[in-house]
C-alpha cells in the first residue's frame, strides 16, 4: 500500500473513531458558535483529544514528514473535528517545527471559515511559523491587507503565539503592535476581538508598552478593545 492509501486509511479511522462520540446536540451546538462549509461530526474537544492520544501512540514510530502529511490529510478531508486534530497535532509537537516549510504552510491553511478554524492555525502553525522565520512579515502583510475579515484575523491571532509561553513564545512587541496598529479602525467583530486578545497577551510580557499603545489610540480603538485591555491591565483578567 502506497503512502497516499496509509494516510487515507487512518484519516478514515480516525473519522470512525470521531463519528462514535457524535451527537446531535453537539452537532448543532457546532454548528450554531461555529458556522462551517466543512463536514460536523459533532465531537466535543475532550473526545477529540483522546483521539489524537491514541493516533499519536499507535504511530509513533512516524517520522515528523510522516506526521505532517497526515496533518495535510486531515485537512483535506474537510472535516471540521480533523482539521482540529491536525492543527492540534502540529503545534503540540516540537519536532515538528523545525521541519515544516511553507509549502506545508498553505496546504494546511484550507477552509478557514470560522473562529475556531481561523485561531486555531494561527495558534498552533502561523503564530509559530512565523516566529520561527518560516513565514515572513510580507506574508502577514498580505493577511492585513485581505478584503476577507477572516485572513485580518488570522494575522492578529499569529501574534498571540509570539507572546505565549506554551506556544513557545518568548515575546515580540515589536511585531505585535506592528499589527495591532494596523487593525485599529478595522470594527469587523471578529477582528476587533482578536485585537483584544493580541493586547491582552502581550500585556503580560509587557504592560507598560500595551498602556503607552492604548493611550496613543485611545480615540480610534473600538470601546471593546479599551474594556477588555484596561480591565486585563488594571486586574489581570479579560473582565
Same mark, same amino acid.
Given at each position: 500500500?502506497?503512502?497516499?492509501?496509509?494516510?487515507?486509511?487512518?484519516?478514515?479511522?480516525?473519522?470512525?473513531?470521531?463519528?462514535?462520540?457524535?451527537? @446531535?446536540?453537539? #452537532?448543532?451546538? %457546532?454548528?450554531?458558535? =461555529?458556522?462551517?462549509?466543512?463536514?460536523?461530526? +459533532?465531537?466535543?474537544? @475532550?473526545?477529540?483529544?483522546?483521539?489524537?492520544?491514541?493516533?499519536?501512540?499507535?504511530? !509513533?514510530?512516524?517520522? @515528523?514528514?510522516?506526521?505532517?502529511?497526515?496533518?495535510? +490529510?486531515?485537512?483535506?478531508? &474537510?472535516? =471540521?473535528?480533523?482539521?482540529? #486534530?491536525?492543527?492540534?497535532?502540529? +503545534?503540540?509537537?516540537?519536532?515538528?517545527?523545525?521541519? #515544516?516549510?511553507?509549502?506545508?504552510?498553505?496546504?494546511?491553511? !484550507?477552509?478557514?471559515?470560522?473562529?475556531?478554524?481561523?485561531?486555531? =492555525?494561527?495558534?498552533?502553525?502561523?503564530?509559530?511559523?512565523?516566529?520561527?522565520?518560516?513565514?515572513?512579515?510580507?506574508?502577514?502583510?498580505?493577511?492585513?491587507?485581505?478584503?476577507?475579515?477572516? &485572513?485580518?484575523?488570522?494575522?492578529?491571532?499569529?501574534?498571540?503565539?509570539?507572546?505565549?509561553? %506554551? !506556544?513557545?513564545?518568548?515575546?515580540?512587541? @515589536?511585531?505585535?503592535?506592528?499589527?495591532?496598529?494596523?487593525? #485599529?479602525?478595522?470594527?469587523?467583530?471578529?477582528?476587533?476581538?482578536?485585537?483584544?486578545?493580541?493586547?491582552?497577551?502581550?500585556?503580560?510580557?509587557?504592560?507598560?508598552?500595551?498602556?503607552?499603545?492604548?493611550?496613543?489610540?485611545?480615540?480610534?480603538?473600538?470601546?471593546?478593545?479599551?474594556?477588555?485591555?484596561?480591565?486585563?491591565?488594571?486586574?489581570?483578567?479579560?473582565?
Amino acid at each position: 500500500m502506497n503512502k497516499v492509501m496509509d494516510v487515507e486509511a487512518i484519516v478514515k479511522d480516525i473519522t470512525e473513531a470521531l463519528e462514535e462520540t457524535s451527537t @446531535p446536540e453537539r #452537532i448543532a451546538l %457546532s454548528k450554531y458558535y =461555529f458556522p462551517t462549509q466543512m463536514r460536523v461530526i +459533532g465531537s466535543t474537544n @475532550p473526545d477529540a483529544k483522546l483521539v489524537l492520544k491514541s493516533l499519536k501512540t499507535n504511530y !509513533r514510530h512516524f517520522s @515528523p514528514d510522516e506526521w505532517i502529511e497526515l496533518a495535510v +490529510g486531515l485537512v483535506n478531508s &474537510e472535516i =471540521f473535528e480533523c482539521q482540529g #486534530i491536525a492543527y492540534d497535532l502540529i +503545534g503540540k509537537d516540537k519536532k515538528l517545527w523545525p521541519v #515544516i516549510t511553507m509549502k506545508d504552510i498553505l496546504r494546511l491553511k !484550507r477552509n478557514l471559515d470560522n473562529w475556531a478554524s481561523v485561531d486555531g =492555525f494561527g495558534i498552533y502553525v502561523s503564530g509559530i511559523q512565523w516566529r520561527l522565520g518560516t513565514i515572513e512579515d510580507s506574508w502577514i502583510e498580505e493577511l492585513l491587507q485581505s478584503d476577507d475579515h477572516w &485572513e485580518r484575523r488570522l494575522a492578529v491571532v499569529s501574534t498571540v503565539a509570539l507572546n505565549l509561553k %506554551s !506556544r513557545g513564545g518568548t515575546g515580540d512587541a @515589536p511585531r505585535t503592535l506592528w499589527v495591532c496598529e494596523r487593525v #485599529i479602525d478595522d470594527r469587523h467583530d471578529l477582528v476587533v476581538k482578536a485585537l483584544s486578545w493580541a493586547l491582552r497577551e502581550l500585556s503580560k510580557r509587557e504592560p507598560m508598552l500595551v498602556a503607552g499603545f492604548m493611550e496613543a489610540y485611545q480615540s480610534r480603538l473600538a470601546n471593546r478593545v479599551i474594556r477588555e485591555v484596561s480591565h486585563k491591565l488594571e486586574f489581570g483578567t479579560k473582565n
